[in-house]
Structures are given as structure tokens and as C-alpha cells.
């Protein structure tokens, strides 16, 4: 079991910028595409990005194309989010997720695919 832990997180203002880090134990987390959901307050947990195993290919939810950035560090067993331009409805807690699936791209990551969730992390934007 690969655990998860999140981090990055805090409160800024509108259009102000937040990189989220996620840092996985085991040896196992480069064979996976890892994926960044996020849950706000009354709301189901949503998708916002996935990247495939190996780093070549991102996808990512239509409300932050152009804004977020996902990437990850193999070597350090890290996965970023990079999330710039930030909106009041970007706020919500962010967790960091493992695709249960080995050597797939990313693509259509929904949470019956994960396998792995870190405690999550909280992101509040102030208008």
C-alpha cells in the first residue's frame, strides 16, 4: 500500500498562486499515474488532474485548463500541482490519489480507479 502525504496548501487572495506537493512512500510510484482531486464544502469529491506513470501525458478538468499545471518528480516520489489565477471556487480540500491500475495514462480517473488517498489538503481563495 503506497500512503500519501499532501502538502502546499493554505489561504490566498484572488489570482494569487499555490503549488501542492504530494510525496509517496514505496517503491511502487513510478508504475502509476497519480491524480489530484479536490472536495468542497456540500459537494461530491471531483476530479481536477491525473498524469500518466510515466510523466507524458496530463488531463485535466475543463474549469482549470490553462491554470493548473500538473507534473511529477520520479526520482523523488513526487507528484505537484501548480495552480495559478486561483478563484473563490477553487477553494476546497485537495487530496492526491493513486490509480489502482499500473502503466496507464491518466485518462478518464475517476475515484473507483483509486486505490490511494493522501489526508488531503486545504486551499481557500479570498475574493
Known amino acids: 500500500q503506497v500512503q500519501l502525504v499532501e502538502s502546499g496548501g493554505g489561504l490566498v487572495q484572488t489570482g494569487d498562486s499555490l503549488r501542492l506537493s504530494c510525496v509517496a512512500s514505496?517503491?511502487?510510484?513510478?508504475?502509476?499515474?497519480m491524480a489530484w482531486f479536490r472536495q468542497a464544502p456540500g459537494k461530491e469529491r471531483e476530479f481536477v488532474a491525473a498524469i500518466s506513470w510515466s510523466g507524458a501525458s496530463t488531463y485535466y478538468t475543463d474549469s482549470v485548463k490553462g491554470r493548473f499545471t500538473i507534473s511529477r518528480d520520479n526520482a523523488k516520489n513526487t507528484v505537484f500541482l501548480q495552480m495559478n489565477s486561483l478563484k473563490p471556487e477553487d477553494t476546497a480540500i485537495y487530496y492526491c490519489?493513486?490509480?489502482?491500475?499500473?502503466?496507464?495514462?491518466?485518462?478518464?480517473?475517476?475515484?473507483?480507479?483509486?486505490?490511494?488517498w493522501g489526508q488531503g489538503t486545504q486551499v481557500t481563495v479570498s475574493s
Open positions: 514505496g517503491r511502487t510510484f513510478t508504475n502509476y499515474a
Open positions: 490519489a493513486k490509480d489502482r491500475r499500473i502503466y496507464t495514462t491518466g485518462q478518464a480517473m475517476g475515484t473507483q480507479r483509486i486505490d490511494s
